[in-house]
């Protein structure tokens, strides 16, 4: 496989950002911001070409792989190839994905929209293909008002956690939208599906609950590519939740997450605005062959291009 070696390009979705906004401003439920989507087009066909994207592709044109798609074997994908475009969409999706926490609009969502989303995730990867998870579709007021309840139980708790210099700035961060979110989902990871023995759970057990949280990033990502906003919530009291849900004792509760519609997006995570954290350098964050190991010419190659690397500014 092969990747970009430069900074994507933000497409042209002003149409989409300009249906959103005229949404939000005007506060109606029926449009928001689902732009027309373009036709799938081969990537050799429709991508400009390297020096006019800024990108280099290598592996995408391999003969290998045009090779497949002409003889449309039914066990391979028809048109496997992202041209520019879809490319570049999927990285604004990653790059302008936000933990919303206090942006969001009560608007209903649509429950086709809803589907894609639930359907985005349950199309996660899992070991095994064990698809440890469920998803509880929390709307109902009273419900969430429990919830809402032992998230101020746990976060005056947590207050305490903190160093005395940090406990007022973590008090100020609003760190959930429970209430203000029309539909809370809780994911879950049951962690005996398929029995105890499953395909490469064998050795590191915890690669169900990974599995789980890979479902809960696909929510995540396909959210924002519906104009939705998603907030994770975890400071509550596991058992309480159980409680709250009527989680069975065997099912481990894996996100609570707030899903609706927003005023806006943050541009930055809320906690880098507000100077609580940064975000750390990439490659301070990289190894070569081992975990002492220094970079190499190749390694070299690599951060210059990180360093070339910027997210779509939107
Ligand atoms: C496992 C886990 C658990 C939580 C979070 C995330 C994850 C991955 N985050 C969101 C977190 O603060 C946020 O992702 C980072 O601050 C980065 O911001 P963006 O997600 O890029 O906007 C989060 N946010 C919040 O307001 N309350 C919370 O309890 C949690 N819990």
Redesign the pocket.
């Known amino acids: 496989m092969s990747s970009p070696t430069q900074a994507p390009r933000a497409p042209a979705r002003d149409d989409a950002r300009a249906a959103n906004h005229d949404h939000t401003d005007a506060g109606a439920s029926s449009a928001h911001g689902v732009a027309a989507q373009a036709p799938l087009e081969h990537a050799s066909a429709a991508a400009p070409s390297g020096a006019e994207a800024g990108l280099v592709f290598t592996g995408y044109d391999s003969p290998a792989a045009a090779s497949r798609s002409a003889a449309a074997d039914p066990r391979f994908q028809s048109d496997p190839l992202f041209d520019a475009a879809e490319r570049d969409a999927v990285y604004r999706a990653i790059h302008t ?5 206090g942006e969001f609009l009560p608007d209903a969502i649509p429950d086709e929209v809803l589907a894609r989303v639930l359907t985005a995730a349950h199309h996660a990867p899992s070991v095994g293909f064990m698809q440890p998870w469920d998803f509880v579709v929390v709307r109902s007021r009273e419900v969430r008002a429990k919830i809402h309840a032992d998230f101020l139980a746990a976060h005056a708790e947590a207050e305490q956690m903190f160093d005395e210099g940090k406990r007022e700035t973590y008090r100020n ?4 939208g429970i209430l203000e979110s029309p539909v809370n989902i809780c994911i879950t990871c049951d962690r005996s599906r398929h029995g105890p023995v499953v395909i490469g759970r064998t050795h590191i057990g915890a690669m169900d609950v990974y599995s789980a ?1 890979c479902a ?1 990033q696909n929510l995540w990502l396909a959210a924002r590519a519906e104009n939705l906003g998603v ?6 009291h596991p058992q309480a939740l159980r409680e709250a849900l009527g989680i069975p004792r065997e099912i481990v509760p894996i ?1 609570y997450l707030c899903v609706g519609y927003v005023r806006d997006f ?1 541009a ?5 605005a507000a100077g609580w ?1 940064k975000r750390v350098p990439l490659p301070e964050l990289l190894h070569f062959d081992t975990w002492q190991g220094r970079p190499d010419a190749a390694g070299e190659r690599l951060i210059d291009a990180i360093a070339q690397t910027r997210p779509p500014a939107r």
């Not at 994905?97 to 926490?101: G, I, L, Q, S, W």
């Not at 961060?173 to 959930?176: H, I, T």
């Not at 930055?268 to 880098?272: A, G, I, K, T």
């Open positions: 994905r936000r933990d919303v926490r961060l609003k760190l959930e949280v809960v907030g994770w919530v975890s400071i509550l996100a943050h930055r995570p809320e906690l880098e954290l």
